[in-house]
């Protein structure tokens, strides 16, 4: 059995049963032809998460490709309306006009027969969703639903619901956002996980961590909240504003930094949020946004969640939320919202906070940042937390979990096929 050298390093952390099944079952998989199809090469937790299973499957000998549609204006707009129905559950609904667009928009050639031949096709996020239907050479297709949808908008889970017929499986990354209608042999939770040894999550001396800090603009004698997330509404960037003017309240020292290089080129709304930001900011100067991805790179990531006195998430609606699994391995209690990602992966008083309210959320941080006795002890719990649950490995085989289930029914339907083709050959002759 060909083993990878990347995968071999969590012996001593996840075990070497884990390590063996995953083994036994990437041998079971070896010379599969994955196409990975969505919209942006770089930015957001899609890329992260095919960043993280790439040179582990590469060893495998399972062969991952890319596809990437480029959501035109248009295409980005009726993106946005079907993200705030099906993640904010926002009165409204997609009309027939905007869905026909869209359709036909996707539906020119976006793939090709001929050059995006594969053994799986696994098509990421929601928008795409109608790529299986409207190619119906996709086959085996697997969804991989990336964003929140515990609480969908009825009418805009309808119409994800009919494209999904044309798939094997459809992937959640929480339980929570498991549509109950879909039946159980047909949806799969992946336990998404982050690995330590890249070096936005590796370890960092605290002298180089600050120094780059200060490289973007931070002093760092004085305390510092921050929270690392993409420039969008749903991360809710303007209550952590509010969070750190409570707090500074308190203590006048306090500084923000808003961490979000606007790399995905599907976030056309980024900058819309980023200068409403600026104006809701009026010209503080403890307020840092960080947005220009030549300076905010994986190291500067890495020093942001490790060195910041406290870590904030106020997202109001969470696929699974990486930023948060990240900054917990880097010992942060990060304080976070009920949203379903980080209601998944936070214990409320145990590993960080679960706080929706602005006033809890100052509380919880004005505690933080004065018993820093309590704050090591919830890293520490929040460390081990990912420790046990999300670390890459875990990933790894619930990814290779969900192919050989694709894989495997692929492979009797076709033998199905086969067989009652002979039977009509017989009774032909
Ligand atoms: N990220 C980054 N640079 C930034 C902001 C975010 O590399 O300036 C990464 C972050 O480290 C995480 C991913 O982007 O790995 C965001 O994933 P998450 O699941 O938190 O949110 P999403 O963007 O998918 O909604």
């Known amino acids: 059995m060909k083993r990878s050298k990347q995968l071999d390093q969590y012996a001593t952390s996840v075990g070497e049963d884990v390590l063996n099944t995953i083994y036994k079952k990437a041998s079971d998989l070896r010379g599969l032809h994955v196409l990975h199809i969505n919209t942006t090469v770089k930015g957001g937790g899609v890329a992260e998460i095919l960043e993280g299973l790439d040179p582990i499957v590469r060893d495998f000998d399972i062969t991952h490709s890319r596809k990437i549609i480029q959501l035109d204006e248009d295409a980005s707009h009726f993106t946005t309306h079907l993200l705030n129905l099906l993640q904010g559950n926002e009165p409204g609904e997609i009309s027939a006009a905007d869905r026909e667009k869209f359709l ?13 031949q594969a053994d799986i096709y696994l098509v990421h996020d929601y928008q795409l969703v109608p790529l299986a239907q409207l190619y119906p050479w996709l086959q085996p297709a697997v969804w991989f639903c990336h964003v929140d949808t515990a609480q969908p908008n009825p009418q805009a889970k309808r119409y994800m619901q009919e494209f999904l017929d044309s798939y094997q499986l459809c992937i959640f990354n929480s339980e929570l956002s ?24 590796a370890s960092m001396a605290r002298d180089h961590g600050l120094k780059l800090l200060q490289q973007c603009g931070i002093d760092t004698q004085r305390p510092l909240l921050t929270q690392v997330a993409r420039y969008d509404r749903w991360k809710n960037p303007w209550q952590a504003i509010d969070v750190y003017r409570l707090v500074k309240q308190q203590i006048p020292t306090v500084q923000f930094a808003f961490v979000g290089a606007m790399e995905a080129t599907d976030d056309k709304g980024a900058v819309e949020v980023l200068h409403d930001l600026q104006r809701y900011a009026e ?21 942001f969640q490790r060195y910041s006195s406290v870590i904030l998430q106020r997202s109001t609606r969470e696929g699974f939320g990486l930023t948060t699994t990240e900054a917990m391995w880097k010992n942060q209690p990060v304080i976070g919202t ?16 679960i706080v929706d309210d602005t006033q809890a959320c100052a509380e919880r941080t004005l505690e933080l940042l004065q018993r820093r006795d309590l704050w090591q002890q919830l890293g520490q719990n929040a460390h081990r ?30 033998s199905s096929e086969r067989s009652s083709n002979s039977d009509r050959n017989t009774a032909a002759d």
């Open 283 to 303: 010209d503080d100067k403890d307020i840092h946004f960080l947005y220009d991805p030549a300076v905010i790179r994986d190291d500067e990531v890495n020093a």
């Open 385 to 414: 937390y990912v420790g046990k649950h999300y670390l890459l490995p875990m990933m790894v085989l619930s990814y290779l979990d969900a192919l050989e289930k694709v894989y495997s029914r692929s492979i009797q339907q076709s």
């Open 178 to 201: 498991v549509f109950p209608e879909i039946q159980s042999q047909l949806a799969h939770v992946i336990t998404l996980g982050i690995d330590p040894f890249r070096r936005k999550n």
């Open 338 to 353: 009920s949203a379903t990602g980080l209601r998944t992966q936070l214990v409320d008083g145990e590993n960080g906070y």
């Open 104 to 116: 036909t928009w996707l539906g020119q050639a976006r793939l090709s027969e001929h050059e995006d």
